[in-house]
Nanobody
């Protein structure tokens, strides 16, 4: 079981990036998958999750700007990030939710199988 995040980079404020979380060893659409981020000197925080049943959760700070979605054909969970702000700068990680709940809370303590992160830098 392995997850790999990709798609990070350097972008100006107001720009967009699309992150992708690819899985090996399991199918993403039967799991809750979350995107999290960690900025220097800060704790890891939840950004967005897509639950087993397909419902989505967003942190207040990214609502209306970010969108999470599954690509079943590619077995990925993608995070479209628009209207990026300097405060979005962080290493972004994807992870798999523990257990089989359809109502898993989008919190880092409920997730495992963390992939390597991808760095997003937003310049002002």
């Amino acid at each position: 079981v392995q997850l790999q995040a990709s798609g990070g980079g350097l972008v100006q404020a107001g720009g967009s990036l699309r992150l992708s979380c690819a899985a090996s060893g399991f199918t993403l659409d039967s799991n809750t998958i979350g995107w999290f981020r960690q900025a220097p000197g800060k704790e890891r925080e939840a950004v967005s999750c897509i639950r087993r049943g397909g419902d989505t959760v967003y942190a207040d700070s990214v609502k209306g700007r970010f969108a999470i979605a599954r690509d079943i054909a590619k077995n990925t969970v993608d995070l479209q990030m628009n209207s990026l702000k300097p405060e979005d700068t962080a290493v972004y990680y994807c992870a798999r939710g523990r257990g089989s709940s359809f109502r898993l809370t989008c919190s880092a303590s409920n997730f495992g199988s963390w992939g390597q992160g991808t760095l997003v830098t937003v310049s002002s």
